[in-house]
């Protein structure tokens, strides 16, 4: 019953795909009556082999707009209806010898007049279609190696197949790596039941053709075995084609026809293998570079973590050497029981934990940062009162230099979170002190600005070279002496606020490190926080 059925089907879709054709034939008998009045008339003034010459001219038309096979039925119509019509005596039989050989002649001449004719439309036709075809899988091509994303470049595809093909449905299916399948892009009426059909396909790497027939709006059923079609036909005929790159099946490329219409042509079905095989390394080509890119952040987190390891173990030994070593000798009786040295140890253990504490800070804060959950708790406080605040703190950790604050007392409030602007600068004037030599000066100058407040850190140290100001700012980037990650958390804080930071050179030698912070109106009063 099943074959019957196919059989059916298949003589259903030739008896369509013959309809123009028929049309064809139609054309070509009328066009020869409508001229034979025509030919008649003129035949009265005209010789017998000039007036055949005019239904040549008719066969010609019919064969350039139908093909070879009308013109040959319009050839042997010429013939029958100028013998009949246009050749006394009236009436099937030619009296004159010489009349049959012109209309032996016509015959001849109009039958390969007609196929050469039908050839040259057969091959314009053709032309056409491969014409169509390069260009589709041109613009395919373009949309696939376009600037767009991945799913938008299958989603233009799938539009313009539909567009192309006359589809009432078209998806592309991707494939992970267990074969499951998943949209990459649909568009138009495509039937969900064809994701089972489709799952056969990635398995056996071979096309499918899913057949639906409608049961209630929306819900589809695969025709198998010896099912019955129904009195409405069946609804849709998706084609399924493996989308192969290599050895991998890595989607499938869906079809949908409605159920009426015949299968693909072969020109069609080359251009749809085409269109598959440039999807399918497009697809590949994009599961590559996302593996790369994967590959690679592995490769940096790896080397951020031997990074990390090493400049905190670095960093790290140094203050709990200090904080060892005073602890050790607060120990001996004979330090003990001198006031003054028991007091500088205190103050070494007491500068190296701060130290310590610092860096743990930095850390923690680097990765709040880079988690998106260090936001500023902004409040309104006088930026004088903060400097200050953080420059006596800070002065204990290098009392060679000599820290200078130029911050005018008319500065309007800052919306500021307070313990995240203390780090920012408590990190600027540390990372001064590791660079600038002893004796030097370091100023912390603030001034208004363009709806801002900057602050800068300026010291007269070795510097920065140009080429290296910008990347100072990344993540352990580091010199001989820091663990490169002040001035990252820095950038990070000062940014979270709405600000800028960036390094220069200072004027005479050193390094100038300066950020903003942007101005607003309509916050809490003056007041610290009490906890990060």
Same mark, same amino acid.
């Given at each position: ?66 093909? !070879? ?66 260009? #589709? ?11 767009? *994303? ?83 036909? !069946? ?75 090493? *400049? ?49 800070? $930095? ?63 408590? $990190? ?64 990070? #804080? ?39």
């Amino acid at each position: 019953m099943g074959n019957g059925l196919n059989l059916l089907e298949r003589l259903a879709a030739v008896i369509r795909a013959k309809r123009g054709a028929v049309l064809g034939y139609g054309a070509a008998v009328l066009a020869v009556l409508a001229a034979t009045p025509v030919i008649d008339f003129l035949s009265g003034y005209l010789a017998t082999a000039n007036s055949l010459m005019l239904y040549l001219l008719v066969v010609l038309g019919v064969a350039s707009a139908f093909g !070879l096979g009308p013109a040959v039925l319009a050839s042997f119509a010429a013939v029958v209806t100028y013998d009949w019509c246009c050749i006394p005596p009236i009436g099937p039989g030619i009296a004159d010898p010489a009349e049959w050989v012109a209309l032996y002649l016509f015959l001849a001449t109009a039958l390969v007049a007609g196929q050469l004719a039908g050839r040259l439309r057969q091959r314009t036709e053709e032309a056409r279609r491969r014409e169509r075809a390069a260009v #589709l899988l041109y613009q395919v091509s373009e949309m696939l190696n376009g600037p767009e *994303s991945s799913e938008q470049a299958l989603k233009a595809v799938v539009g313009r197949l539909r567009a192309e093909l006359n589809l009432t449905g078209c998806a592309i299916l991707l494939a992970d790596a267990k074969g499951r399948l998943r949209p990459g892009a649909i568009e138009g009426d495509f039937p969900v039941g064809a994701a089972e059909t489709a799952a056969s396909v990635i398995a056996q790497g071979r096309p499918a053709t899913y057949l639906g027939i409608p049961t209630r709006p929306g819900r589809w059923i695969r025709l198998v075995g010896s099912a019955r079609i129904g009195p409405g036909g !069946l609804s849709s005929r998706t084609f399924l084609v493996p989308l192969r790159a290599g050895d991998r099946t890595v989607g499938v490329l869906g079809l949908t026809r409605p159920g009426g219409h015949p299968p693909f042509t072969r020109d069609e079905d080359r251009t749809i293998a085409g269109v598959a095989h440039q999807v399918a390394q497009a697809v590949e080509r994009a599961r590559l570079r996302e593996e790369a890119i994967a590959a690679d952040v592995l490769r940096q987190a790896d080397e951020l973590k031997t990074t990390l390891l090493h *400049s905190v173990s670095h960093n790290l030994r140094t203050p709990l050497a200090a904080i060892k070593a005073a602890a050790g000798s607060l120990l001996q009786e004979e330090v003990a029981a001198d006031p003054g040295v028991r007091r500088e140890l205190a103050l070494a253990i007491d500068r190296e934990t701060d130290r310590l504490n610092r860096i743990i800070e $930095n850390l923690l804060d680097m990765s709040r940062l880079d988690a998106g959950v260090l936001r500023p708790n902004k409040q309104l406080y006088p930026l004088a009162e903060l400097v200050n605040d953080v420059v006596a703190r800070m002065r204990s950790l290098s009392p060679e230099h000599r820290v200078v604050v130029d911050v005018p007392d008319d500065l309007p409030p800052v919306p500021l979170d307070y313990v995240q602007v203390d780090q920012v600068l408590s $990190n600027l004037l540390e990372n001064a002190f590791k660079y600038a030599p002893p004796g030097t000066e370091v100023r912390v100058v603030a001034r208004q600005a363009n709806g801002t407040v900057r602050v800068s850190v300026i010291d007269h140290g070795p510097g920065i070279p140009p080429e290296e100001q910008d990347r100072v700012f990344d993540r352990f980037y580091r010199g001989a002496r820091g663990i490169g990650l002040g001035l990252a958390v820095a950038r990070g #804080l000062v940014e979270a606020h709405g600000g800028k930071i960036w390094a220069e050179t200072t004027p005479g030698g050193g390094a100038t490190i300066s950020f903003t912070l942007p101005l607003a109106a309509g916050l809490a009063e003056p007041s610290v926080p009490a906890t990060r």
